[in-house]
């Protein structure tokens, strides 16, 4: 197939752009190419990961080519309106004179679906379009937004969708296309890399990973950990707006050992992950009802104990004997179980011995991959 992807990815840090970038380069991998246009080098310092020359490389492994928008200056017409959607557009098109694609796929409703949209009508080829949670919780039904997206995907010839959202897709006249259920790829185990770090006490750390925003629950976390073993370390690997705020609320005596790492690329994540105690993913409120966090998936098949916030922990019932409950809202409970789960290797000793068990029931990601294919390949027709 040749595809024409638009879309998050690297370095654009989050699960939606990670999952891009693992799906796309096993295409790649098996034969077909794909064209990949995003924005993904101009998104926002707080939301994008540094680049190294090693890095740069991997953005465009066998089979991906990248168009990528930059940051540089354009025509003024309204101020500081940055027209990622246009750009993107302009882009696409590009790619498709080259590749003359099979179909536009794009991921993640705003602005990478409109943008498809366009480009589908313009190039007379068919549309599909994968969301999110959070592009349908909170952006669908925005009332300035909800006109244009709602016909945005009336007009897409099939949606990649959840169960429980298919009949609404279905009565809107587009074909839903039941979501496989995503694994994660071999990359994701116990037995590879762990970070080194003379200034960093990564062994006797807890780890949190992901956007540093108000529902991810971190202030309970910082506020936890700093009533634990001076020892201790505790890693932050995430950037966003509100990242400085709660820099700015760590104490004087814990500064030495809470360690802002910022964004970190989708291929480094394990090796991380591996390098650290445990996992914690303390969220509240977060405010789509459908999110379940990959992360605590990623930390098991990392051979990592995951502790997980009591509101998203029975989305997880199949793993429960693996993962540790938490109440971020219970300070004292959730200081011992932080630091229980530092000190004691013997879960973590459990979970590598029972990595099998525990792949089985996450998936096999060779199966999502051709699950995928076969979605593409039938939509090709």
């Given at each position: 197939m040749n595809i024409l992807y638009i879309g998050k990815y690297p370095p654009i840090q989050g699960g939606e752009s990670n999952k891009a970038y693992w799906l796309l380069?096993?295409?790649?991998?098996?034969?077909?190419?794909?064209?990949?246009?995003?924005?993904?080098?101009?998104?926002?310092?707080?939301?994008?990961?540094?680049?190294?020359?090693?890095?740069?490389?991997?953005?465009?492994?066998?089979?991906?080519?990248?168009?990528?928008?930059?940051?540089?200056?354009?025509?003024?017409?309204?101020?500081?309106?940055?027209?990622?959607?246009?750009?993107?557009?302009?882009?696409?098109?590009?790619?498709?004179?080259?590749?003359?694609?099979?179909?536009?796929?794009?991921?993640?409703?705003?602005?990478?679906?409109?943008?498809?949209?366009?480009?589908?009508?313009?190039?007379?080829?068919?549309?599909?379009?994968?969301?999110?949670?959070?592009?349908?919780?909170?952006?669908?039904n925005d009332p300035y937004l909800h006109n244009c997206l709602k016909s945005v995907i009336q007009n897409a010839d099939s949606i990649l969708t959840y169960r429980y959202l298919s009949k609404q897709f279905q009565e809107m006249g587009v074909k839903p296309i039941l979501m496989p259920k995503s694994s994660f790829p071999q990359i994701f185990n116990p037995h590879g890399n762990k970070l080194i770090d003379h200034e960093i006490n990564y062994n006797n750390s807890a780890l949190f990973l992901g956007k540093i925003a108000k529902p991810k629950g971190i202030e309970y976390l910082i506020n936890s950990f700093s009533e634990i073993d001076k020892n201790k370390s505790l890693i932050i690997a995430g950037g966003g707006e509100f990242k400085n705020n709660v820099e700015e609320r760590v104490k004087d005596e814990d500064k030495n050992r809470i360690h802002f790492?910022?964004?970190?690329?989708?291929?480094?994540?394990?090796?991380?992950?591996?390098?650290?105690?445990?996992?914690?993913?303390?969220?509240?409120?977060?405010?789509?009802?459908?999110?379940?966090?990959?992360?605590?998936?990623?930390?098991?098949?990392?051979?990592?104990?995951?502790?997980?916030?009591?509101?998203?922990?029975?989305?997880?019932?199949?793993?429960?004997?693996?993962?540790?409950?938490?109440?971020?809202?219970?300070?004292?409970?959730?200081?011992k179980t932080l630091e229980r789960a530092i000190n004691d290797d013997k879960m973590n000793m459990k979970i590598v011995n029972e990595y099998k068990t525990i792949r089985n029931i996450i998936g096999d990601y060779d199966n999502y991959v051709k699950q995928m294919e076969n979605i593409f390949l039938e939509f090709c027709k």
């Open positions: 380069k096993s295409f790649g991998e098996r034969g077909h190419s794909i064209s990949v246009v995003s924005n993904c080098m101009e998104v926002e310092q707080d939301y994008r990961c540094k680049l190294s020359e090693e890095d740069i490389e991997k953005l465009q492994p066998r089979g991906i080519k990248l168009y990528s928008s930059f940051p540089v200056k354009v025509p003024s017409f309204i101020p500081k309106t940055n027209p990622y959607t246009e750009k993107l557009i302009s882009l696409a098109l590009e790619a498709a004179d080259e590749i003359n694609p099979d179909f536009v796929f794009s991921w993640y409703l705003l602005p990478y679906s409109v943008a498809g949209h366009v480009v589908a009508k313009l190039i007379n080829k068919k549309h599909i379009i994968h969301h999110a949670g959070s592009d349908i919780t909170r952006l669908y790492i910022g964004n970190l690329l989708n291929w480094k994540i394990p090796e991380l992950i591996r390098s650290v105690k445990c996992v914690v993913v303390p969220e509240h409120n977060f405010g789509v009802p459908i999110h379940r966090s990959g992360i605590p998936l990623e930390s098991l098949l990392c051979g990592v104990t995951p502790l997980v916030s009591s509101e998203i922990y029975h989305k997880y019932q199949n793993l429960k004997d693996y993962i540790v409950e938490i109440n971020p809202l219970d300070k004292n409970s959730f200081t």
